[in-house]
């Protein structure tokens, strides 16, 4: 969703205010008089165009996904499948480290009284969004080349996205509640050696899986810097 959209649309005002209180405030500010007041609306906007606020939060989950989604068409493809997938991995921790609120309701780690969720499974399950899908096809893709390369051997492209967004998804969560506190760089440390070990369990080789993961690594380190 883009500013000059946010900008001239209640709901994407909404939604954006959402955003910005989670970052800076967390869960607690969730009220729908606050989100209102951040937006520079009255309180009945959100009714109107959303119904309640666990279906405003259920836009606000959309917009997670959609900005890991558009943060992966921004990726190159190149002939690595290994080393993509760990881009991939590499980008949502990004995300998840800028907003670790939102990042905690698009996966239903939050407190259960702040986001309440709807009676409707497919509003109440980013998992089954169009949003989430979007995203996750970047991964299944991704995988799809991998099972198809001379990197493994011949996977279930499905399978395999279901356990690296799980295995990724896990490591950033611990570290996001600030389980890896007394190591100095936990992508080197930790997040490098699942990456290389879950691909070397899928039949790479180890030094090929390491050599991956690390150009990964050096692409996104240069990429961030490049954009500061």
């Not at 996904?65 to 002939?79: G, K, S, Y």
């Amino acid at each position: 969703m883009s500013e000059e959209l946010a900008l001239n649309d209640p709901q994407g005002r909404l939604v954006q205010a959402t955003v910005r209180l989670l970052a800076e405030q967390g869960p607690s500010a969730l009220k729908a008089r606050t989100i209102a007041s951040e937006a520079g609306v009255s309180t009945m906007v959100v009714y109107h165009h959303f119904g309640g606020i666990p279906e405003l939060y259920g836009a606000v989950i959309d917009f997670g996904f959609a900005e890991i989604e558009n943060a992966f068409v921004r990726l190159p493809v190149t002939d690595d499948p290994v080393a993509d997938l760990f881009s991939m991995a590499l980008t949502v921790r990004e995300i998840a480290r800028a907003n670790p609120h939102l990042y905690d309701m698009m996966f239903g780690l939050s407190t259960r009284a702040s986001y309440r969720p709807t009676s409707d499974k497919g509003v109440r399950r980013s998992g089954h969004s169009a949003a989430f899908q979007a995203a996750y096809a970047h991964i299944t893709a991704a995988c799809a080349r991998l099972a198809g390369s001379e990197q493994v051997g011949m996977l279930d492209p499905e399978t395999v996205a279901a356990g690296l967004w799980s295995t990724m998804h896990g490591f950033i969560s611990l570290e996001l509640a600030d389980h890896f506190v007394e190591f100095e760089d936990p992508v080197r440390a930790i997040m490098v050696p699942i990456g290389v070990v879950f691909t070397v369990g899928l039949g790479a080789d180890l030094q090929s899986a390491q050599a991956s993961h690390d150009a990964a690594l050096r692409c996104h380190e240069a990429s961030t810097l490049h954009s500061l």
